[in-house]
């Protein structure tokens, strides 16, 4: 691919706070139009490679491009920042101004900016657009916050950690507005430690952990080259069934979920087989249920570590861009 079909290209970026290497020579390239997303847990080095190529925060060495444009030069930049809209990890605005009045404030900003109203029919605000930030839920202020990172109308989205914090469904209704904004043709840049959301958004993902990025490519490349066998899960009414399949089930390893159910590793296609040997020997189950390795097992593999999802509550500061 030429230059041009990347809306970011990162070149050996290393950012040092004195001893401490936060990113460690990373590259990657973020294709115009793909929602692209860094997954690791806390203190991976995502927010500072975000405020890096946003032009915040210096990198110690590296080059960064922004729709071709080069971040270290201050001509470039200029440019850079009024293509991008950025939702930053620790977001808030105006407490007791109104969600309209905040997205006039910030259309403010910029020399031209989209119609409020419209922002706020595209994030389903119609309800709130009087409401004072401050009265708004955690979900419905970060959704305000998406509302402002569109206000420039911008080709390239970035939001630091957009979800985390929020309850399982303001995340799926999320989830839903950022699918709709790569539908409108913009390129999103996500960062995340829930392997979910990159795992139901992402056209790719880069595992980063303690500042290198240990593999890119789709979900389904990195599941299949890290991910493992496939689970087959069991799920028997009684102890005595559960004895039975775990004599049958011997040479599997089998071990116990939380919830009871029996759990082995298998290769693709195997769970005829285990449904033929239990059925012939008339074994009672309930279900058999075949699941496929996800990023969390990806990341496990690549890091020997779980990727933590603390759901920590909303934190607050404002818009830096
Ligand atoms: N201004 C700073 N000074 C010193 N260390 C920092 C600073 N900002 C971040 N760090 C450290 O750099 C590492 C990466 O942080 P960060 O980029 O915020 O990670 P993430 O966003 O993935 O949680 C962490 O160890 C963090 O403590
Ligand atoms: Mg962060």
Not at 122 to 150: C, P, Q, Y
Not at 252 to 270: F, L, R, W
Request: proline content about 3%; aromatic content about 6%; charged content about 25%.
């Amino acid at each position: 691919m030429s230059s041009e079909e990347y809306a970011i290209e990162i070149t050996n970026l290393i950012k040092m706070y004195g001893e401490l290497a936060a990113v460690n020579d990373i590259s990657f390239k973020v294709k115009k139009g793909e929602i692209f997303a860094l997954l690791g847990p806390n203190g991976a080095g995502k927010t500072t490679t975000v405020e890096i190529f946003e032009g915040i925060r210096k990198a110690t060495s590296g080059q960064l491009k922004v729709f071709s444009l080069d971040v270290s030069k201050r001509s470039d930049l200029k440019k850079i920042q009024l293509l991008i809209g950025t939702l930053p990890q620790e977001f808030s605005t105006h407490e007791n101004l109104t969600v309209i009045e905040n997205l006039r404030f910030w259309g403010r900003m910029y020399h031209s900016y989209l119609p409020p109203e419209d922002l706020i029919k595209l994030l389903n605000l119609e309800d709130k657009t009087k409401e004072k930030f401050k009265n708004l839920s955690g979900g419905l202020k970060r959704r305000v916050g998406i509302a402002i990172a569109l206000i420039n109308d911008p080709d390239l989205v970035v939001l630091d950690e957009p979800t985390t914090g929020l309850d399982p469904r303001a995340r799926r209704e999320s989830w839903a507005v950022i699918k709709d904004l790569k539908a409108k043709g913009k390129t999103i840049f996500l960062t995340t430690h829930y392997m979910m959301e990159a795992q139901v958004l992402a056209d790719r993902v880069a595992i980063i952990h303690k500042g290198k990025i240990r593999d890119i490519g789709t979900p389904t490349e990195l599941i299949d080259k890290y991910g493992g066998e496939n689970k087959i899960i069991v799920r028997c009414s009684n102890q005595d069934s559960r004895d039975q399949v775990h004599a049958i089930l011997f040479e599997h390893g089998p071990m116990e979920n939380e919830d009871g159910d029996i759990v082995i590793s298998a290769k693709k296609g195997a769970i005829s087989s285990v449904v033929d040997v239990l059925n012939e020997k008339k074994i009672s189950y309930t279900d058999i249920i075949s699941q496929r390795p996800t990023l969390e097992d990806v990341f496990l593999s690549l890091t020997g570590e779980t990727l933590l999802s603390t759901g920590q509550g909303d934190v607050v500061s404002t818009k830096s861009s």
